[in-house]
Every structure is written in structure tokens, then in C-alpha cells.
Nanobody
Framework: QVQLVESGGGLVQAGGSLRLSCAAS????????WGWFRQTSGDQRELVAS???????NYAASVKGRFTISRNNAKNTVDLQMNSLKLEDTAVYYC???????????????WGQGTQVTVSS
């Protein structure tokens, strides 16, 4: 089973907050480091936050102090609390393992559908 389901995105005014949630399959959730990525153009996805199974976190400089990543092991979810949102945070947000890749039948790295975050002025 390979499954990623992102939710929680939406339209929010600058300065507001959103909480994103990622539900992962059991097999994927056992991987050590998980992250939230965002895509603003083309196929490029930027890692904005990550967390290990023992709770060690890392953040991109652009979101540090505003975003918080967390794990809920009982629910197999990785969440991203986003505060003080800025216009430049607008993107499609995805969750995934950071280093251990999964692949689709066509040979592309597996990603969920993502969830759209739009920040307005």
C-alpha cells in the first residue's frame, strides 16, 4: 500500500493561518524522515519542513519561525501548522518521505495530489 492524502489547504488572507494534514500508509510512515514540500512552478518542489521519527525537525529559512511540522504516530499523519502566512507562501503543498523514494508504475516519483494554499493581500 502506497498512499498520500494531503488536506487543509485553502484561501487565506496574509497574516492568517492554516493547518495542513498528510495521511500516509503504514509502510510509508515507517520511513525515518518526512517532509512538507511546496510547488510554485514546473515540476520543482521545495522542501520547507521535515521531521524524523524521533522528532528532530528542520525548516527552510523562508518559513522558520512561522511553520511547525509535527507527527501523529497513532493516526499516521504529518501535519504542518502555518502561521503569519505571506503572499509568497502561495503554492501547492505536498507531503512525502525525504530520502526514501517511492515510484509509480510509469517510473515517476510518487506524490499525492497536494493541497492548494493561496494567500491573498
Amino acid at each position: 500500500q502506497v498512499q498520500l492524502v494531503e488536506s487543509g489547504g485553502g484561501l487565506v488572507q496574509a497574516g492568517g493561518s492554516l493547518r495542513l494534514s498528510c495521511a500516509a500508509s503504514d509502510d510509508m510512515f515507517g520511513i525515518r524522515r518526512w517532509g512538507w514540500f511546496r510547488q510554485t512552478s514546473g515540476d520543482q518542489r521545495e522542501l520547507v519542513a521535515s521531521i524524523t521519527t524521533d522528532g528532530v525537525t528542520n525548516y527552510a529559512a523562508s518559513v522558520k519561525g512561522r511553520f511547525t511540522i509535527s507527527r501523529n504516530n497513532a493516526k499516521n499523519t504529518v501535519d504542518l501548522q502555518m502561521n503569519s502566512l505571506k503572499l509568497e507562501d502561495t503554492a501547492v503543498y505536498y507531503c512525502n518521505t525525504v530520502r526514501h523514494y517511492y515510484y509509480t508504475a510509469t517510473g515517476s516519483r510518487y506524490w499525492g495530489q497536494g493541497t492548494q494554499v493561496t494567500v491573498s493581500s
